[in-house]
């Protein structure tokens, strides 16, 4: 029996309680990395990096005090406005923080082993901001993607959920898939259909999955691309370009999870 198992015993409804409020902090720290990574990538004047400088309004740079700071709680208090300048915060920020704290509560309440529940962690604080980045700025950042790729293989190397060779394969697989989609569908209509962010993102995927889950990904992340861009298209009376990079993201923790589960291999 694991410690992970014990505390569970021990604690059946505050475990899971604590592992929300970690994904609450993970979630505001996930929300500085979707809105500084950007601007560090593309070298734009005056960027900041994710540490310095501290948390502060964009607007009128106003540092922010330690109960302004707070996650969940502090854009509720404040309303979701500066409380220097009354400038909107980003309602994004919230959602960021609200969806790790949800996911991680109810992954540490019902997943089965203390190896799924951490990797599947460790995946999505990589996946939710590359989601939000791309879906802002049709961006996938090497500096998320790569390490994002690493760590599944390293994990996969230390324990026997998935054979390393099978994680190896995944991400030759998942690069070269959609590099292949990439080059055809250029040569047959002179476009560019895909990003070579969308090639490294599903590669790292793969690294995470195995090579056997990569047409489940790819499967649930057209469909649910399909869904939302209609629907946003829908919704705003435009033509939209679509980031694929979200869709790939919520398809790699939806199989993650079913193998967790045991209900794909």
Not at 61 to 75: C, D, G, M, Q, T
Not at 121 to 134: G, K, N, Q, T, V
Not at 248 to 257: E, H, K, N
């Amino acid at each position: 029996m694991t410690s992970f198992t014990l505390i569970r015993e021990a604690y059946p409804s505050g475990f899971p309680v604590m592992s929300g409020i970690v994904g609450a902090i993970v979630g505001s720290f996930l929300g500085v990395v979707a809105e500084r990574v950007p601007g560090m990538v593309m070298e734009e004047e005056g960027s900041s990096n994710l540490l310095f400088p501290a948390s502060h309004c964009p607007v009128c740079k106003h540092p922010l005090a330690f109960w302004e700071n707070i996650p969940l709680v502090s854009w509720l208090v404040l309303r979701g406005r500066c409380r220097q300048c009354r400038t909107a915060i980003p309602f994004r920020l919230f959602l960021i923080e609200l969806f790790t704290a949800l996911f991680f509560g109810v992954s540490a309440g019902f997943m089965p082993g203390e190896q799924g529940v951490f990797s599947l962690w460790l995946m999505a604080s990589f996946l939710l901001p590359l989601a939000l980045i791309d879906w802002q700025h049709q961006l996938l950042p090497d500096c998320l993607t790569q390490p994002l790729l690493w760590a599944g293989l390293l994990i996969h190397a230390f324990d026997n959920a998935l054979p390393l060779r099978d994680a190896l394969l995944g991400a030759v697989a998942g690069y070269l898939s959609l590099w292949l989609l990439y080059w055809a569908f250029r040569l047959a209509t002179g476009r560019e259909g895909l990003g070579y962010g969308d090639f490294k993102l599903l590669a790292a995927l793969g690294a995470w999955c195995g090579w056997q889950a990569l047409p489940v990904i790819v499967l649930v992340a057209a469909l649910s691309g399909i869904v939302g861009y209609f629907s946003f298209n829908n919704l705003n009376k435009n033509n939209l370009s679509i980031s694929f990079g979200p869709y790939l993201s919520f398809a790699g923790i939806a199989v993650l999870t079913a193998q967790q589960f045991g209900f794909i291999i």
